[in-house]
């Protein structure tokens, strides 16, 4: 609605039938819906049309929904549409940070209006099902390997309760893609955990977050705020805040870039990567300063270039910028991981996978 996934609509908390509309300001041809889910996501939606916003035609409905991107082909006209939500998939209500809907740009509607709604998968890259890295197993896998390289071990999920200062200059690391107290992810997480569930363990230090944002300073935190930490790692609400910060800040963006770069899942792993350890910033070190790198060497593939070539251009331009930090000099997650998933034309990232961090074996059979 407004291009920025750091803001959303919210339902009411615990309550269906929920809905959003928006207005398209004429009768439009519709081609497609594109629902970017928060962590309260719908189970069971229909996308619907409308003419005047009274009468309602169904375009899409799905029983089965699991959050993260839905890519909707739809087919119909209307002025208005909306997602109409009719079960849960969380406790909580439904909220999405885009709803963004697509048509043919014209005000004529198509003569014979589809009178059967259409079954239409959410669309993923060319190279077969499962070629995106929203799809669950992908995105799991995806967890995994990150945690590979972050943590010596591929259970993500034990690391809701980590927090160390690994000497980076970016104070506290912590959580499931290393939230920085130096570098403001981690501060938009407390306050997110806040707005959750306020009153919790961690929102006294809110303060402090905000004090040593941008250093490497633990004033305010400190072995209080550690112990902290860990209580609230058994929290659900907590470990759901991550995600979500996680999903928000990290994978969503990446995953969305390199969709529209035309990258399959192993190049969507790519980006999301690269992010987590770079940031999503756009200088020479940040994700966005590597894209920039590998865009002079190769063309993307929604740029006509070839998809093997580019991602040796990116991953050669995210090794360079590994090297240029003491504490990412070990480019084994580059060379012993993604670079053999490369080198096997594996672009889909199906398992079997076999690989080596920091000398480390892993293997994810299916």
Same mark, same amino acid.
């Given at each position: 609605?407004?291009?920025?996934?750091?803001?959303?609509?919210?339902?009411?908390?615990?309550?269906?039938?929920?809905?959003i509309?928006?207005?398209?300001?004429?009768?439009t041809p519709?081609?497609?819906v594109?629902?970017?889910?928060?962590?309260?996501?719908g189970?069971?939606?229909?996308?619907?049309?409308?003419?005047?916003?009274?009468?309602?035609?169904?375009?899409?409905?799905?029983?089965?929904?699991n959050?993260?991107?839905?890519?909707?082909?739809?087919?119909g006209?209307?002025?208005y549409?909306?997602m109409s939500?009719?079960?849960?998939?969380?406790a909580?209500?439904?909220?999405l940070y885009?709803?963004?809907?697509?048509?043919?740009?014209?005000?004529?509607?198509?003569?014979t209006?589809? *009178?059967?709604?259409?079954?239409t998968?959410?669309?993923?890259?060319?190279g077969?099902?499962? $070629?995106?890295?929203?799809?669950?197993?992908?995105?799991?896998?995806?967890?995994?390997? @990150?945690?590979?390289?972050e943590?010596?071990s591929?259970?993500?999920?034990s690391?809701?309760?980590? +927090?160390?200062? +690994?000497?980076?200059?970016?104070?506290?690391? $912590?959580?499931? @893609?290393?939230f920085?107290?130096?570098?403001?992810?981690?501060? %938009?997480?407390?306050r997110?955990?806040?707005?959750?569930?306020?009153?919790?363990?961690?929102?006294?230090?809110?303060?402090?977050?905000?004090?040593?944002?941008?250093?490497?300073?633990?004033?305010?935190?400190?072995?209080?705020?550690?112990?902290?930490?860990?209580?609230?790692?058994?929290?659900? @609400?907590?470990?759901?805040a991550?995600? =979500?910060e996680?999903?928000?800040?990290?994978?969503? #963006?990446?995953?969305s870039?390199a969709?529209?770069?035309?990258?399959h899942a192993?190049?969507?792993?790519?980006?999301? %990567?690269? +992010?987590?350890?770079?940031? #999503?910033? =756009?200088d020479?070190?940040?994700?966005?300063?590597?894209?920039?790198?590998?865009?002079?060497?190769?063309?993307?593939?929604?740029?006509?270039?070839?998809?093997?070539?580019?991602?040796?251009?990116f991953?050669?331009?995210?090794?360079a910028?590994?090297?240029?930090?003491?504490?990412?000099?070990?480019?084994?997650?580059?060379?012993?991981?993604?670079?053999?998933?490369?080198?096997?034309?594996?672009?889909?990232l199906?398992p #079997?996978l076999q690989?080596k @961090?920091?000398?480390? #074996?892993? *293997?994810?059979?299916?």
């Amino acid at each position: 609605m407004d291009g920025s996934s750091s803001t959303r609509w919210a339902s009411k908390e615990g309550s269906d039938a929920q809905w959003i509309s928006v207005d398209l300001g004429a009768d439009t041809p519709l081609s497609r819906v594109k629902l970017n889910w928060e962590a309260a996501y719908g189970k069971s939606y229909k996308i619907q049309t409308s003419t005047d916003g009274t009468t309602w035609t169904t375009a899409y409905s799905t029983t089965t929904g699991n959050g993260g991107t839905d890519d909707l082909t739809v087919g119909g006209h209307g002025r208005y549409v909306r997602m109409s939500g009719t079960q849960r998939g969380t406790a909580y209500g439904y909220s999405l940070y885009e709803f963004e809907v697509y048509g043919a740009g014209t005000t004529t509607p198509p003569t014979t209006p589809p *009178t059967t709604p259409p079954t239409t998968a959410p669309t993923t890259p060319p190279g077969g099902s499962g $070629a995106d890295l929203t799809d669950p197993r992908k995105k799991e896998i995806a967890m995994e390997l @990150v945690s590979s390289a972050e943590n010596s071990s591929l259970d993500w999920k034990s690391q809701y309760t980590y +927090i160390e200062d +690994i000497g980076d200059g970016r104070g506290y690391t $912590a959580g499931i @893609v290393g939230f920085c107290s130096g570098t403001g992810d981690m501060l %938009d997480l407390v306050r997110h955990y806040t707005d959750l569930k306020p009153g919790n363990v961690l929102a006294s230090y809110l303060p402090a977050l905000e004090k040593v944002n941008g250093s490497a300073s633990h004033t305010g935190l400190g072995s209080n705020f550690e112990t902290a930490w860990h209580t609230a790692a058994k929290d659900s @609400v907590f470990q759901r805040a991550q995600e =979500d910060e996680r999903d928000r800040v990290y994978f969503n #963006p990446s995953v969305s870039q390199a969709k529209s770069d035309g990258l399959h899942a192993l190049g969507q792993f790519a980006y999301y %990567d690269a +992010i987590v350890m770079h940031g #999503p910033g =756009d200088d020479a070190t940040s994700f966005g300063g590597i894209r920039k790198a590998a865009l002079q060497k190769a063309k993307t593939p929604a740029q006509g270039g070839n998809e093997t070539t580019y991602l040796n251009a990116f991953l050669d331009a995210r090794k360079a910028a590994m090297l240029t930090e003491a504490a990412h000099e070990d480019t084994s997650r580059v060379d012993t991981e993604q670079r053999v998933f490369l080198s096997n034309g594996n672009l889909n990232l199906n398992p #079997p996978l076999q690989w080596k @961090v920091y000398g480390d #074996p892993y *293997t994810i059979s299916d």
